[in-house]
């Protein structure tokens, strides 16, 4: 019992009784109880402090609570969002996930830079964008040469990214043409090791080679149905001396495939309208590598405020494909968000990140209250955990450091935690300034 359930008891479900019978009925209360389960994340019961091991991934979909290991997690600016998925990653990372964050604020810096110096700079990635050493890639390097159909389907995806602008549609012919030529250059580049893998000489075979043959077939192939000219323009800035020449064409080829933490800092560029989708594409494609590779591993794709860009039409499909598809590799992709107007107005949001996030996370709302019954709506609340989740945070304890997290999963089962770490933790996770030049 809790103090203060009485007033809500109805009275026709009372009666009297003995204390030996009525103690009988203790057998059926319990407060928040540990996770039977190797797996988990170590929160805090909200009412006694008292420590608790707790599965959201691997146990719900055990018992047929889940049937996904995706969540979506919303938490205005200030309500412990980022503190609280610093906690979640640490201790997925420590248990052996493979984990990829695309991050727009800095939030992930201070615990990448503590596994980096933990594992001697052997873990740790953390790519940034500045002026003086803009992100590079290279989407065309592979260690072993190995370019499965994904890979493939993402590099064609990528080129037309950078050919076509939103509203521009794509036919299958230009498809079709540029699948073709990243399977020949695949094979060109199988066949002479002198050959460097990267965007200089896929265009340059481009240039020189394709255009050549594809003027010398049989079956004429009109520039109105594919204009390869107008492409080779369009992409003349991603070449040597171009605008943007460093960004596909990095000769550190740094192997992402073993390295477990990966964090994509790209909030210089979030508003770049030509880098940011194709930054965006290549770190998908760098999980996707993850997903198909790697057997038996867990994975961990988690898109904080930069999965905005992954909502344009040329990405729609992709992100649906991924929530649809994670599980299969025993994976799972988590969204965080801070605005509840981009939610509620994204139908790529509605329709492909919370109809597959079985787990959903939410934080403190009280910025969001007049707005909530949207997001009730939206996610599907039933009025008893639209309560738990209004109740965060209202009646904490002054002693205790800690801000308290909503975790429904799968509709039918839902609880409020505390977050409270240790001194050292909390240096770790914080996202406030001063705290982060102190430390």
């Known amino acids: 019992a809790m103090p203060g359930n009485a007033a809500d008891f109805p009275a026709e479900e009372s009666f009297h009784t003995f204390i030996e019978q009525a103690v009988c009925l203790f057998t059926e209360e319990t407060n928040y109880r540990s996770s039977l389960s190797p797996f988990g994340i170590k929160m805090v019961d909200r009412l006694t402090g008292k420590p608790l091991h707790l599965d959201i991934s691997d146990l719900p979909m055990k018992r047929g609570i889940t049937t996904n290991r995706n969540k979506f997690v919303l938490g205005p600016s200030g309500s412990g969002k980022s503190f609280f998925m610093n906690h979640l990653v640490r201790q997925y990372y420590e248990q052996g996930t493979h984990v990829v964050l695309v991050d727009t604020g800095n939030s992930y810096q201070g615990l990448c830079e503590m596994i980096r110096c933990k594992t001697n700079g052997a873990d740790g990635v953390y790519f940034t964008y500045t002026e003086e050493k803009p992100i590079s890639f290279n989407p065309f390097y592979t260690d072993d040469y190995v370019f499965d159909v994904e890979k493939k389907d993402s590099i064609k995806t990528l080129l037309l990214t950078l050919w076509k602008s939103e509203d521009d549609k794509v036919t299958k012919t230009e498809s079709g043409e540029l699948g073709s030529a990243v399977n020949a250059y695949i094979e060109r580049i199988r066949a002479d090791r002198s050959i460097v893998p990267s965007f200089n000489t896929f265009y340059e075979y481009m240039r020189d080679d394709y255009r050549r043959e594809l003027a010398e077939r049989e079956i004429k192939v009109e520039k109105s149905d594919f204009n390869i000219d107008n492409m080779l323009t369009t992409m003349r800035q991603y070449y040597r001396d171009g605008r943007y020449d460093f960004l596909l064409n990095s000769t550190e080829n740094i192997d992402l495939l073993g390295k477990r933490f990966i964090v994509f800092e790209i909030d210089s560029i979030k508003e770049n309208r030509e880098l940011f989708p194709v930054v965006t594409i290549i770190i998908m494609e760098a999980f996707i590598n993850k997903m198909r590779r790697l057997k038996g591993v867990r994975k961990q794709l ?11 039409a040329n990405m729609a499909e992709y992100l649906r494909y991924m929530y649809k598809t994670v599980r299969k590799y025993y994976g799972e992709a988590i969204v965080v968000t801070q605005e509840v107007d981009d939610i509620i107005s994204s139908p790529v949001v509605k329709e492909s990140i919370i109809n597959n996030s079985d787990c959903k996370i939410l934080l403190d709302q009280r910025k969001y209250m007049n707005k909530f019954d949207a997001i009730q709506s939206l996610l599907g609340l ?12 209202m009646a904490n304890n002054p002693s205790r450091l ?32 001063t705290e982060k030049v102190e430390v």
């Open 302 to 312: 988690i898109v904080e405020e930069a999965w905005k860009a992954l909502s344009s």
């Open 382 to 393: 039933t009025e008893k955990e639209k309560s738990q989740i209004l109740s965060i945070n």
């Open 402 to 433: 800690y801000k308290e997290v909503w975790i429904g999963l799968g509709g039918t089962q839902s609880a409020v935690y505390a977050t409270e770490v240790s001194a050292e933790e909390y240096l770790a996770y914080t996202t406030e300034e």
